[in-house]
């Protein structure tokens, strides 16, 4: 069953931006948390973003700070990524999750309960 869907993935040359959604359907508790995450062949899931559904705290790997920018729009139940002076070795599918409670790490791949089919994001030197 389809809960999150990413979309806004594509091509972008070097040094370019994308913003990346993901609505979400499934219901869970009022307080949990939203995060981004990306994969490029032959390595681990990585965590990008992460932000408090209620409060709005938002928490970022050091490879993206200052670059990324998550967000929400709780009207839409929508989660966003807004990725600047984009990077070849950006390059992966990013993927946005969600959890049922908020969680301890956020960073941990193992405290999100759902997963989006994911987006491809291809930088171009």
């Known amino acids: 069953q389809v809960h999150l869907v990413e979309s806004g993935g594509g091509l972008v040359q070097a040094g370019g931006s994308l913003r990346l959604s993901c609505a979400a359907s499934?219901?869970?508790?009022?307080?949990?948390?939203m995060g981004w995450f990306r994969q490029a062949p032959g390595k681990e899931r990585e965590f990008l973003a992460a932000?408090?559904?209620?409060?709005?705290?938002?928490y970022y790997a050091d490879s993206v700070k200052g670059r990324f920018t998550i967000s929400r729009d709780k009207s839409k139940n929508t989660a966003y990524l807004q990725m600047n002076s984009l990077k070849p070795e950006d390059t992966a599918v990013y993927y946005c999750a969600k959890s049922k409670v908020y969680p301890i790490v956020v960073a941990a791949t193992t405290a999100y309960d759902y997963w989006g089919q994911g987006t491809q994001v291809t930088v171009s030197s």
């Open positions: 499934v219901r869970t508790s009022s307080n949990y948390a």
């Open positions: 932000i408090s559904w209620s409060g709005g705290s938002t």
